[in-house]
């Protein structure tokens, strides 16, 4: 299967700063790579599809990008409520496969 | 507003069967494909597979030998089972909707509450 590895695994930030999360697939997906926020005792929410596209009702500070085998999220202007774990999937090929996590802690 | 909500056993001894339903609301469990996925406790996500209301389906090569997945349009509910439980088996199991645009898989943009099932003696 294909496999996603995201970095770092965790980090901490301060409200107002501006958060990059990466995501690299070990052969090319082209843009098919959705992102999501997850936070405790809840589903995954999607955040981003096809790379780039913000799922409606998204706030615009969350932005990705990419293609090919590496990609990234940025979340400008972090907000206390952007404390969650953030996975990254990929829909190019079977069997769907998300990345590892990365936990998001503010300061 | 789709909404997902699933439904079964907590607690599942080893070498049972699992059943799971998911009840879909608020729109056609026709109009979309319908995906399991699974996160055991403190862990990342595992996609199950996939499920159409006609029958069509595509599983996790990973648990392909013990996966069912079924619609029933009359009720509107996703049916999962899952064979031969074991404690690695043990996760919150959600249902969630695949959505389709240019390529061959799907991300998911509506997703169930999630169901713990624990596989214990």
């Known amino acids: 299967a294909l496999q996603l590895t995201q970095s770092p695994s965790s980090l901490s930030a301060s409200a107002g700063d501006r958060v990059t999360i990466t995501c690299r697939a070990n052969?090319?997906?082209?843009?098919?790579l959705a992102w999501y926020q997850q936070k405790p005792g809840n589903p995954p929410h999607l955040l981003i599809y096809?790379?780039?596209t913000l799922q409606s009702g998204v706030p615009s500070r969350f932005s990705g990008s990419g293609s090919g085998t590496d990609f990234t999220l940025t979340i400008n202007n972090l907000q206390p409520e952007d404390s969650a774990t953030y996975y990254c999937?990929?829909?190019?090929?079977?069997?769907?496969?998300f990345g590892g996590g990365t936990k998001v802690e503010i300061k | 507003q789709v909404q997902l909500q699933e439904s079964g056993p907590g607690l599942v001894k080893p070498s049972e069967t699992l059943s799971l339903d998911c009840l879909v609301s608020?729109?056609?469990?026709?109009?979309?494909?319908w995906s399991w996925l699974r996160q055991p406790p403190g862990k990342g996500l595992e996609w199950i597979g996939y499920?159409?209301?006609?029958?069509?389906?595509h599983y996790n090569p990973s648990l392909r030998s013990r996966v069912t997945m079924s619609v029933d349009t009359s009720k509107n509910v996703l049916s999962l089972k899952l064979r031969s439980l074991s404690a690695p088996d043990t996760a919150v199991y959600y249902c969630?909707?695949?959505?389709?645009?240019?390529?061959?898989?799907?991300?998911?943009?509506?997703w169930g509450q999630g169901l713990l099932v624990t596989v214990s003696s």
């Open positions: 608020g729109g056609s469990i026709r109009s979309s494909y």
């Open positions: 096809d790379a780039s």
């Open positions: 499920v159409y209301y006609n029958g069509n389906s």
């Open positions: 052969q090319g997906i082209s843009t098919a």
């Open positions: 969630a909707r695949s959505s389709f645009g240019g390529f061959l898989g799907s991300y998911l943009d509506y």
């Open positions: 999937q990929q829909f190019n090929n079977y069997p769907l496969t």
